[in-house]
Nanobody, 120 residues
Framework: QVQLVESGGGLVQPGGSLRLSCAAS????????MSWYRQALGKKRDLVAC????????????NYALSVKGRFTISRDNAKNTVYLQMNDLTFEDTAVYYC?????????WGQGTQVTVSS
């Protein structure tokens, strides 16, 4: 069955960096786009970044929410069935549970989420 397992969350000071990972299994990873979403306490889940399936022309195309553009980078390693989210220059507003999903700027399966807390 499809499984998405996030890791790498934690507590970080403003201006710091974290790298999230999402290990995928149960499907042919390089056939699917992948995305990261986040949900802050009391708010709806929002798209953060997405990357397409990486094969053929335009492979590896990415898309970002305006709030993270220039600070976050999504990437994938098809050999490891893993998608990453490198987060730099973190702010208090980046505090949320971060979820990995299968789909390009979309989601038909979700991971369990990993907490990112930005605090001084």
């Amino acid at each position: 069955q499809v499984q998405l397992v996030e890791s790498g969350g934690g507590l970080v000071q403003p201006g710091g960096s974290l790298r999230l990972s999402c290990a995928a299994s149960g499907f042919t990873f390089n056939n699917y786009g992948m995305s990261w979403y986040r949900q802050a306490l009391g708010k709806k889940r929002d798209l953060v970044a997405c990357i397409n399936n990486g094969s053929g022309p335009g492979g590896g195309r990415t898309n970002y929410a305006l709030s993270v553009k220039g600070r976050f980078t999504i990437s994938r390693d098809n050999a490891k069935n893993t998608v990453y989210l490198q987060m730099n220059d973190l702010t208090f507003e980046d505090t949320a549970v971060y979820y990995c999903s299968r789909g390009y700027c979309d989601a038909d399966y979700w991971g369990q989420g990993t907490q990112v807390t930005v605090s001084s």
